[in-house]
């Protein structure tokens, strides 16, 4: 007979101490489905669907909106706008951005840990017009973010928010490669999402010589209802017949400049096409700024708990379309999953707006 005492001060019993500690290093618990990409589709858990939630401004110091990178704003877009989404949109080169000042950084880490914590993706947004001259700062951040959190299936890189008027092939392109291939080198099947020409809208551009060698790649549409209409629309769809999975890391109910009123009518028809194409997207934008764009009013509270007196007209419009989605987050997920830590093997193969 084997005395209970002598098994746990045993071999057999450090050894399973042993075994236990190096599994809890290697795995970790998931709670959203991973996403993927089959043909033009964005996936969620391996079948058809989308997601719907917000973005916080840019997160530059000095500019007022960055108050709002806080693990309370994104519980309350969770719990009451019912937000499967939300995306840090990390300013890189502008006044205050993250190339001047570091801290930056943290902001994003705040959100994408409070992202995890409610069940919810996070868009790791390189929020920038020049990203191409920042190749290698973008490659460094990147990496960091990878190791970092390249193990939780929430995290969406998303490497270039808005080119503007700079060729795909020769600019554009070889950017996103250098990029993705030093993501892939760390963390391999986390979705990248590619930002497209002139403002993140020439999709078609994108989709007549798309990138290939890597795994679960999509592109950045953008629209503003109050600018963008059914020409848009028609690239977009133009885009998805060619095959390319699209997703839109950025919407507005107004105009391309951020203001102006509601547009109800060509808001309600994008939402449609989205729903229709199951392309999942985040409204721009949780913050106070006076422009038409801010779903917040001036001196709103940075720490979520938003009455509707709080809410501008396109703050409300927002949040009613993102509870009304219905769709990945609660159809397809989050379920819960293990998976061993993101260390890769090498690439896989894989089958205007005016400016914000």
């Given at each position: 007979?084997?005395h209970?005492?002598?098994v746990?001060?045993?071999p057999?019993?450090?050894g399973m101490?042993a075994?236990g500690a190096w599994?809890a290093?290697?795995?970790?618990a998931?709670a959203?489905?991973?996403?993927?990409?089959?043909g033009?589709?964005?996936l969620?858990g391996?079948?058809?669907?989308?997601?719907?939630?917000?973005?916080?401004?840019?997160?530059n110091?000095g500019?007022?909106?960055?108050r709002f990178?806080?693990?309370q704003?994104?519980?309350w877009?969770?719990?009451d706008?019912?937000a499967?989404l939300?995306?840090a949109?990390m300013?890189?080169d502008?006044?205050?951005?993250?190339?001047a000042?570091?801290t930056?950084?943290?902001?994003?880490?705040?959100v994408?840990e409070?992202?995890i914590?409610?069940d919810?993706y996070?868009?790791?947004?390189?929020?920038?017009?020049?990203a191409?001259?920042?190749?290698?700062?973008?490659?460094?951040f990147?990496?960091?973010?990878a190791r970092?959190y390249?193990?939780?299936?929430?995290?969406i890189?998303e490497?270039?928010n808005e080119?503007l008027?700079?060729?795909?092939?020769?600019t554009l392109?070889?950017y996103a490669e250098a990029v993705?291939a030093?993501?892939?080198?760390i963390d391999?099947?986390?979705?990248?999402?590619?930002?497209?020409?002139h403002?993140?809208?020439?999709?078609?551009v994108a989709a007549?010589d798309?990138?290939?060698?890597?795994?679960n790649?999509?592109y950045?549409?953008?629209?503003?209802?109050?600018?963008h209409?059914?020409?848009?629309?028609d690239?977009a769809q133009a885009?998805?017949?060619?095959g390319?999975?699209?997703?839109?890391t950025e919407w507005g109910a107004?105009?391309a400049?951020?203001d102006g009123a509601?547009a109800e009518?060509?808001?309600?028809?994008?939402?449609a096409?989205?729903?229709?194409?199951?392309i999942?997207?985040?409204?721009?934008?949780?913050?106070?700024?006076a422009e038409g764009?801010?779903?917040?009013?001036?001196?709103?509270?940075?720490t979520?708990g938003?009455?509707?007196a709080?809410?501008?007209?396109s703050g409300a419009?927002?949040?009613?379309i993102v509870?009304?989605?219905?769709d990945a987050?609660e159809?397809h997920g989050?379920?819960?999953?293990?998976r061993?830590s993101?260390?890769?093997?090498g690439?896989a193969?894989?089958?205007?707006r005016?400016?914000?």
């Amino acid at each position: 007979m084997i005395h209970a005492q002598s098994v746990f001060r045993g071999p057999a019993f450090r050894g399973m101490l042993a075994i236990g500690a190096w599994m809890a290093l290697c795995t970790v618990a998931q709670a959203v489905s991973p996403l993927s990409t089959r043909g033009n589709q964005v996936l969620v858990g391996g079948e058809p669907g989308s997601v719907a939630g917000a973005s916080l401004f840019w997160s530059n110091s000095g500019w007022g909106q960055e108050r709002f990178y806080n693990a309370q704003a994104v519980a309350w877009l969770k719990a009451d706008w019912k937000a499967g989404l939300v995306r840090a949109a990390m300013g890189v080169d502008a006044a205050g951005g993250y190339l001047a000042d570091a801290t930056n950084r943290q902001r994003v880490v705040t959100v994408v840990e409070a992202a995890i914590a409610n069940d919810m993706y996070v868009i790791i947004d390189w929020h920038s017009h020049h990203a191409e001259r920042h190749r290698d700062q973008a490659v460094a951040f990147f990496q960091d973010m990878a190791r970092t959190y390249g193990r939780h299936d929430n995290v969406i890189y998303e490497i270039y928010n808005e080119p503007l008027e700079v060729s795909w092939h020769d600019t554009l392109k070889p950017y996103a490669e250098a990029v993705i291939a030093a993501i892939r080198a760390i963390d391999p099947d986390n979705l990248i999402v590619v930002g497209t020409p002139h403002w993140s809208q020439d999709v078609d551009v994108a989709a007549a010589d798309p990138i290939t060698g890597y795994a679960n790649i999509a592109y950045s549409l953008h629209f503003y209802a109050g600018t963008h209409g059914q020409p848009l629309r028609d690239k977009a769809q133009a885009a998805l017949d060619k095959g390319l999975p699209l997703f839109v890391t950025e919407w507005g109910a107004v105009n391309a400049d951020g203001d102006g009123a509601v547009a109800e009518r060509e808001t309600a028809a994008w939402i449609a096409f989205l729903k229709a194409h199951r392309i999942s997207a985040a409204n721009w934008s949780i913050s106070d700024k006076a422009e038409g764009a801010a779903a917040l009013v001036p001196g709103a509270r940075a720490t979520g708990g938003w009455s509707a007196a709080e809410l501008t007209a396109s703050g409300a419009r927002a949040r009613a379309i993102v509870r009304d989605w219905s769709d990945a987050h609660e159809s397809h997920g989050p379920t819960r999953r293990w998976r061993t830590s993101a260390i890769a093997a090498g690439p896989a193969p894989s089958i205007a707006r005016d400016g914000r």
